[in-house]
């Protein structure tokens, strides 16, 4: 099997410049996905090593999809970015003994793209993308960036409307209109560097998380927000939240699809488009990760 590296010199403000070695220098967005699938075509035998953030595996991930070779190709990625998500939800050897070995991990597939972590919707998204203009006007990255865009909108207007119609992993249908404070469809655990924003999710489990949290005060937000940072707002039984109070408001709900309307803008590993729409499925086993 070939190995090809390839390196994103923009990757977490620049950390890979410093790396030296043999392989593939990405010149621009887009330019990942573009090469990946031009040698996924060539040959689709072959193992990318990338060394980049989120956003670089979406590409890489995205430009073996677009080759149609996910049974194929392989893929694995040196943690270079800013919040480096993906990663620490990728399952380690049962034996913790550094072995290489190939998991089979499910795809987040949203109109015409891909995701291989968490799709996210309102408040998380608007998040993202003022860490994004920090990060490119004042060079923080990582973390600081991330909280310093929950700062920046937690004093702007709460809520979007959104409609959304599921299909839960029990065959039953989840349909629901309004005013909401965030949604995220997760394939993966974190989100942001540090929110353990859907803990109870799986890369391989066939099934996708669906995090709604309706409109709320901001009282209300500061109160529930360390719980949705770390990992506890949700419990593992039934589903629910572990503050009562909260059960109107915040539903979870494990989903094979959805349609959703009204958005804005959708943030996909990290990165940010605008759209209005989304049919939103889950693709298992898709893709080969050499961990």
């Known amino acids: 099997m070939r190995e090809i590296t390839i390196y994103n010199p923009a990757a977490g403000n620049g950390k890979t410049k410093t790396l030296s070695g043999d392989g593939y220098r990405t010149t621009s967005k887009g330019d990942c996905r573009r090469f990946v699938r031009e040698e996924c075509l060539k040959d689709p035998n072959v193992r990318f090593i990338v060394y980049g953030g989120d956003g670089t595996l979406n590409e890489a991930i995205s430009g073996i999809m677009d080759a149609g070779t996910g049974n194929i190709s392989q893929i694995t990625v040196m943690p ?3 919040g480096n ?5 990728i399952p380690l050897n049962a034996d913790n ?10 795809l987040i597939k949203y109109n015409d793209r891909y995701s291989i972590n968490m799709l996210n919707i309102g408040f998380d998204c608007n998040v993202v993308a003022s860490a994004a203009r920090f990060k490119s006007r004042f060079k923080i ?4 960036s991330y909280l310093l865009g929950v700062m920046t909108e937690f004093f702007k207007p709460f809520g979007e409307n959104f409609t959304i119609d599921a ?10 209109s309004g005013s909401c404070l965030l949604c995220a469809v997760c394939n993966g655990e974190w989100c942001g560097g540090s929110f353990h924003s859907s803990p109870y999710s799986n890369l391989s489990d066939g099934v996708l998380e669906l995090m709604l949290i309706k409109k709320m ?6 109160k529930l927000i360390g719980k949705y940072k770390n990992g506890t707002l949700i419990d593992r039984k039934t589903l629910k939240t572990t503050v009562p109070k909260y059960d109107d ?3 979870y709900l494990r989903i094979k699809s959805m349609k959703i309307s009204g958005t804005k803008q959708i943030c996909f590993d990290g990165e940010i488009e605008a759209c209005q729409e989304a049919e939103i499925s889950i693709l298992p086993g898709a893709i080969k990760y050499r961990v």
Do not use: M, W
């Not at 998500?85 to 939800?89: G, I, L, P, R």
């Not at 005060?217 to 500061?222: G, P």
């Open 80 to 82: 270079y970015g800013s």
């Open 217 to 222: 005060s901001r009282l209300s937000f500061i």
């Open 141 to 144: 990255a990582g973390k600081l």
């Open 167 to 176: 299909v839960c992993e029990d065959g039953k249908q989840f349909s629901f």
């Open 85 to 89: 998500d993906t990663v620490k939800s």
């Open 97 to 106: 003994d550094n072995t290489p070995h190939i998991e089979t991990l499910d």
């Open 249 to 251: 408001t915040v539903k």
